[in-house]
């Protein structure tokens, strides 16, 4: 089976949870060719069109799977080879965009979102939609010992860190909100420095999670927060506010917490909570209970694909 996947690659590379989606599905036997868009905007998807036409001619796909909605809606416009769609979040939260999402759910073959609350936002087809959040290398992300992962990272072994999940600069992820909830935690008499995950390779993100205190996510929207399942696979413990699908993602593992509201006081008496915690949590083992190990999740977008092309014949 030849997968062509769709996805942006306006910042000179694709997401690493796309790559990392496709590289299980070609270890799984698939063939994955790539489309990367390279321009911006609803006009420029569209003006890749010729050239995702050439693309499909020289590889000859059995079917795509594009990720965002405009990606979707851009490999949507031919209508030789079948599409599927994920939508990842912040084209189904941002209003501006989610019109396009819309269209393109309406000419996808099938419409995978990767949490309940953006499938509800989206009001899918029911019988064209599918919940599949997107997987984690499991295997890519070693348990690595605290101590020893501070030191790989020239992080001190007498201080406590708390790994906030993102770019400062990125205002979706509202770091105003976590600075002010340290802030309140100081008051408190805690110590503990906010770390910025910024410029990091992919092992790099693995040892600073293995090495943190905690992780806080203070997000104003999200789909399905890969950086809170790669925190779950390393162990670490996870502060964050209601969103996405996190409280399900999280339900159950000692260690992890979600707050009822976005108040600073609040995020606080949880970070103190998760830094009193003793020892790493059993995130790994709720990820790969749900099914979100990369190669499960795989198996299941093929049985999806499979089943596509069985109806096409």
Request: charged letters at 20%; proline letters at 4%.
């Given at each position: 089976?030849?997968?062509l996947?769709?996805?942006?690659?306006n910042?000179?590379?694709?997401a690493?949870?796309?790559?990392?989606?496709?590289?299980?599905?070609?270890?799984?036997g698939c063939?994955?060719?790539?489309?990367g868009?390279?321009?911006?905007?609803?006009?420029?998807?569209?003006?890749q069109?010729a050239a995702?036409?050439?693309?499909?001619?020289?590889?000859?796909?059995d079917?795509?799977?594009?990720?965002?909605?405009?990606?979707?809606?851009?490999?949507?416009l031919?209508?030789?080879?079948?599409?599927v769609?994920?939508?990842?979040?912040?084209?189904?939260?941002?209003?501006?965009?989610?019109?396009f999402?819309?269209?393109?759910?309406?000419?996808?073959?099938r419409?995978?979102?990767?949490?309940?609350?953006?499938?509800?936002?989206?009001h899918p087809?029911?019988?064209?939609?599918?919940?599949?959040?997107?997987?984690?290398?499991?295997?890519?992300?070693?348990?690595?010992?605290?101590?020893?992962a501070?030191s790989?990272?020239g992080?001190?072994?007498?201080?406590?860190?708390?790994?906030?999940?993102?770019?400062?600069?990125?205002?979706?992820?509202?770091?105003p909100?976590?600075?002010?909830?340290?802030?309140?935690?100081?008051?408190?008499?805690?110590d503990?420095?906010?770390?910025?995950?910024?410029?990091?390779?992919?092992?790099?993100?693995?040892?600073?999670m293995?090495?943190?205190?905690?992780?806080?996510?203070?997000?104003?929207?999200?789909?399905s927060?890969?950086?809170?399942?790669?925190a779950?696979?390393?162990?670490?413990?996870?502060?964050?506010?209601?969103?996405?699908?996190?409280?399900?993602?999280?339900?159950g593992?000692?260690?992890?917490?979600?707050?009822?509201?976005?108040?600073?006081?609040?995020l606080?008496?949880?970070?103190?909570?998760?830094?009193a915690?003793?020892?790493?949590?059993?995130?790994?083992?709720?990820?790969?209970?749900?099914?979100?190990?990369n190669?499960?999740?795989?198996?299941?977008?093929?049985?999806?694909?499979?089943?596509?092309?069985?109806?096409?014949?």
């Amino acid at each position: 089976m030849k997968i062509l996947v769709v996805a942006s690659y306006n910042k000179g590379r694709f997401a690493p949870f796309i790559v990392e989606q496709g590289a299980a599905l070609q270890a799984a036997g698939c063939k994955v060719e790539w489309f990367g868009v390279t321009r911006h905007g609803i006009r420029g998807y569209l003006h890749q069109l010729a050239a995702l036409r050439r693309k499909i001619v020289e590889v000859q796909p059995d079917i795509i799977h594009a990720h965002y909605g405009l990606s979707g809606l851009l490999a949507c416009l031919q209508r030789r080879v079948p599409v599927v769609t994920t939508y990842h979040g912040s084209d189904i939260n941002n209003p501006h965009v989610r019109p396009f999402s819309r269209l393109a759910m309406c000419l996808s073959v099938r419409n995978i979102f990767v949490s309940r609350a953006t499938m509800l936002l989206a009001h899918p087809a029911a019988s064209k939609a599918l919940l599949l959040p997107c997987g984690i290398d499991v295997c890519a992300m070693p348990l690595t010992s605290q101590d020893l992962a501070r030191s790989q990272m020239g992080l001190r072994l007498d201080k406590r860190y708390v790994l906030f999940a993102g770019a400062f600069g990125n205002h979706v992820k509202n770091a105003p909100l976590a600075e002010d909830a340290m802030s309140v935690l100081k008051e408190g008499g805690a110590d503990a420095e906010l770390l910025e995950l910024k410029g990091y390779s992919r092992n790099e993100v693995s040892l600073l999670m293995c090495a943190a205190d905690v992780l806080l996510l203070t997000s104003f929207t999200e789909g399905s927060p890969q950086v809170v399942k790669e925190a779950m696979t390393c162990g670490c413990p996870v502060v964050s506010v209601d969103v996405g699908d996190v409280r399900e993602r999280t339900a159950g593992v000692e260690g992890c917490y979600v707050a009822e509201t976005r108040e600073p006081q609040e995020l606080a008496a949880l970070l103190c909570k998760a830094l009193a915690f003793s020892g790493r949590t059993q995130g790994r083992e709720k990820i790969l209970a749900d099914g979100l190990d990369n190669r499960q999740v795989a198996q299941r977008l093929i049985e999806l694909y499979t089943q596509i092309l069985a109806k096409d014949k």
